[in-house]
């Protein structure tokens, strides 16, 4: 019977290794003893190079298992494989950029300090990263049809697990917490640093009764911010931020009492590091619908638009992500709108600052009735239609026409704007013609309604 498959792949492949061993044997008798032969010795490293080369292929191209005494090889299909292992992922998780890696891999390539994706290179947003549960599901049911255990992904992301010493370290930092000033202060730059490194201590975090609210103490107990060090409230911040990247402290971080106030006051005061931060963590934090409400309600939103509106470019990108996560929330919609988000996004967007980002956030509000009153007092439409005639960004168009279409909607007297700046740029009749599928049925429908009332004008 015909072999096929994996032990084809093995056949040829041993094929190659037998004949690299003869050429390799043959070299190595050529290369003599009194008079070296130079060239052999070189034939002698090419075989050896080729046969390494051949071991690592093998090696990587399938998962080895030994079942009832049976070897067995299995190919590993790539999509369940971690771009930056190669191996069989077990704990698949996404990033920003919206690939899937091994989380103990990708959470290393953070650690690193690299703020890339490895693949794309796309700038990743902090270094959250969220399972991919169906992937996980995928190789779980592909596991089980070969006959493979995979490792629980609890068990395996403790494969970095703590000492005896490391915990013993984490308790006397707590500790030292709540004496000195410069006690505190040592204590705080460590478990800034412990948390953003290793993800354990992160976990310990929730893992230890009352650890978040010994982290917090030297901010909580103080009267006012003004009698905080900066370095201080700087680090447990940023602490705090660590450890919301972490998906099984979100929701305890968020609903500890002095959290979400804290985070709040660091919006409003300290280093624009710790303001940044503060900013980041509610970002993380929001991943969680449950987090969006109590976030919102707890009257954060305003202090990220003045922070917004300040436009300091360390703090653009993680202030106009939090903003964002916090309003697909219907309610922190309406909140972000009574907090005046609609005037200072308007005007970031007209000097052309983070376009991309606010635009999106433009297009989420424009479904308050509010905010397309306050777009059409403050000039909107020109804005967007100049956006359009600027951009070749897709998502940018589809997020202009998408609010033009709303006020068009709403507001009659923004029908002759629009009509003129078809006469002379047709930059609604092109993004019909050539935009994505839903901003060519936006720009149909406001055109369709322009064409109407024109009909309607001249029949009267």
């Not at 399938?62 to 292992?85: A, D, G, R, T, Y």
């Not at 970002?283 to 305003?302: H, P, R, V, W, Y």
């Not at 897709?394 to 006469?423: G, P, V």
């Amino acid at each position: 019977m015909a072999k096929t498959g994996v032990f084809e792949g093995d056949q040829g492949m041993l094929a190659k290794v037998n004949e690299l061993k003869k050429e390799l044997h043959k070299a190595v008798k050529s290369i003599g003893d009194d008079d070296i032969n130079v060239e052999a010795i070189d034939i002698a490293q090419d075989m050896l190079s080729a046969l390494k080369e051949l071991k690592l292929q093998r090696s990587s191209s399938s998962v080895s298992l030994n079942l009832q005494n049976e070897k067995k090889s299995v190919v590993v299909p790539e999509e369940f494989k971690c771009p930056l292992s190669k191996e069989l992922m077990k704990d698949p998780v996404i990033v920003s950029s919206g690939l899937t890696f091994d989380r103990p891999f990708i959470q290393k390539w953070l650690k690193s300090g690299n703020l890339v994706c490895p693949q794309t290179q796309q700038v990743l947003s902090l270094s959250m990263v969220t399972p991919n549960l169906l992937i996980r599901e995928m190789i779980s049911q592909w596991c089980k049809k070969n006959r493979i255990k995979l490792p629980d992904p609890v068990q395996y992301s403790k494969e970095e697990g703590l000492t005896e010493a490391d915990r013993v370290l984490f308790l006397s930092l707590l500790d030292k917490l709540s004496k000195t000033m410069s006690d505190q202060k040592e204590a705080a730059k460590q478990l800034r640093l412990l948390t953003r490194r290793t993800p354990s201590f992160r976990a310990m975090f929730g893992e230890s009764s009352g650890a978040l609210s010994q982290l917090l103490n030297p901010l909580s107990r103080s009267k006012s911010t003004s009698d905080v060090h900066p370095d201080l409230q700087e680090d447990i911040i940023t602490t705090v931020l660590n450890l919301s990247i972490h998906d099984n402290n979100k929701k305890l971080v968020a609903e500890t009492p002095m959290v979400i106030p804290i985070l709040i006051d660091a919006l409003r005061s300290g280093t624009i590091e710790t303001r940044t931060n503060a900013a980041a963590a509610l970002f993380t934090l929001s991943a969680l619908d449950s987090n969006k409400e109590l976030i919102g309600k707890s009257g954060a939103l305003k202090p990220l638009i003045d922070l917004l509106d300040e436009g300091h470019s360390l703090s653009m990108k993680d202030v106009a992500s939090a903003i964002f996560t916090l309003c697909i929330l219907h309610e922190n919609r309406a909140r972000a709108v009574r907090d005046g988000a609609v005037q200072v996004i308007l005007r970031k967007i007209a000097n052309r600052v983070y376009v991309d980002e606010l635009l999106a956030i433009l297009a989420m509000l424009s479904n308050n009735q509010r905010a397309v009153e306050e777009l059409g007092d403050l000039g909107a439409v020109s804005c967007l239609l100049s956006i359009m005639r600027e951009t070749s960004c897709a998502r940018n168009q589809e997020n202009c026409i998408a609010i033009l279409y709303t006020i068009c909607f709403n507001d009659r007297s923004k029908w002759k704007e629009l009509r003129e700046e078809e006469r002379t740029h047709a930059t609604i009749s092109q993004l019909g013609q050539n935009g994505t599928s839903r901003a060519k049925r936006k720009a149909s429908s406001i055109l369709e309604r322009l064409n109407r009332a024109m009909h309607l004008t001249h029949t009267a």
